[in-house]
């Protein structure tokens, strides 16, 4: 296991709502990232650090953002939740000894009503 | 813009034959890419992964892949398929910069007794 969890790991919300996931590591690495995973699109980036208060936008940031007080925590917002940000939400970090290796959290699986 | 195709959405293969998945991306320089998988329900796996030198890399679950530059092509294949290798499969280049993925549409893989 790379030492990734993710928190919560299932969440039904209703339309309008904040929500905010988790990412946690222990493995001390610099990069994380998160993507959602959505059938027929594979996995798509929403956005990604490089260090503690350092991230940027991916593919997919629209309606999301992210924030890093602390190495080992990367927590991603959704700030007025809506029904096409159902998806499956993956954490990934990258760093030590693999430095271009992405390693994937459990997935959180988010339901917007 | 870099891309990751997967022309196949899915694949039915029957236990103890061949399997070979294919990936093709678009990239400007030498890529660095990956084969990861997805069991129901779970995270993505890293199966292999290349970066340079030997062509075929060996991964694990007894998963090769032979990256083939003038094709644009790191198919991955197996001699010989168990049920178990019944899960989704995603082909991802890495990017330059912060080291992000872009993904392939993903193939799932279906195993007949």
């Known amino acids: 296991d790379a030492g990734i969890t993710q928190s919560p790991r299932h969440k039904v919300t209703e339309t309008g709502t904040p929500v905010t996931l988790r990412c946690h590591q222990t493995e001390n690495h610099r990069y994380m990232y998160w993507y959602r995973q959505d059938p027929g699109h594979g996995l798509r980036l929403i956005h990604y650090s490089y260090g503690v208060k350092d991230t940027d936008k991916g593919e997919v940031s629209d309606g999301y953002s992210v924030s890093r007080s602390k190495t080992e925590d990367f927590l991603l917002t959704l700030e007025s939740a809506t029904s096409s940000q159902t998806s499956v939400y993956f954490c990934?970090?990258?760093?030590?000894?693999?430095?271009?290796?992405?390693?994937f959290g459990p997935g959180t699986r988010l339901t917007v009503l | 813009a870099q891309s990751v195709t997967q022309p196949d959405i899915h694949i039915t293969v029957s236990e103890g034959a061949s399997l070979e998945l294919r990936c093709n991306y678009s990239y400007g320089a030498t890529p660095y890419l990956f084969w990861y998988v997805q069991s129901p329900g779970q995270g993505l796996q890293l199966l292999l992964k290349?970066?340079?030198?030997?062509?075929l890399v060996q991964g694990i679950k007894g998963f090769e892949a032979e990256f083939k530059r003038s094709q644009s092509s790191f198919n991955l294949r197996k001699p010989s398929v168990h049920w178990s290798d019944a899960a989704e499969y995603f082909c991802a280049v890495l990017n330059s910069g912060y080291s992000t993925l872009t993904f392939g549409k993903g193939t799932m893989l279906l195993v007949s007794p």
């Open positions: 990934a970090i990258m760093g030590g000894q693999s430095t271009d290796t992405q390693y």
């Open positions: 290349y970066f340079s030198g030997d062509t």
